[in-house]
């Protein structure tokens, strides 16, 4: 990378970094947008080493908050292994509620379009898929 670029990019990792310290004393006070996006770094490699257990942590804080799109990313976290039992039922109630709160890729993920889940029923092939076949 040119010196520009290098320049750029401790630039934008300070940002992260300083953006990290301010989600984290937000956290402090249970606040479901800064936990959510604490754990969108953790999963995402933003500004911070990936770690999935701190971000399923952060994402659960948001989820009891009734944070929509943390619940949605909560459950393709944990239906990923579905020899989990705990985590596979906790993940599709996570989807369940997204899809309730009216998230479109959790309804589709739950009834195979996407129309309002009170119309819809289940997909009866969700808990069939395999891993490479849940994400759309």
Sequence with gaps: PTRRSSDLLLYFLKLYLKAKEW??????????????????????????????????????????????????RLALILLKDRTDLKGV?????????????????????????DKPLEDGELNRNFRNKGLEDQYM
Aim: a neutral charge.
């Design 23 to 72: 989600f984290e004393q937000s956290s402090a006070y249970d606040n479901d947008s800064a936990n959510f996006n604490l754990a969108l770094m953790y999963q995402t490699k933003i500004g911070v080493e990936e770690n999935i257990p701190k971000a399923i942590d952060y994402f659960r804080r948001s989820v009891a908050k009734n944070h929509v799109q943390a619940a949605f």
């Design 89 to 113: 039922k906790e993940g599709f109630d996570c989807m369940l509620k997204a899809a309730k709160a009216g998230h479109v890729m959790a309804t589709v993920q739950l009834t195979g379009v």
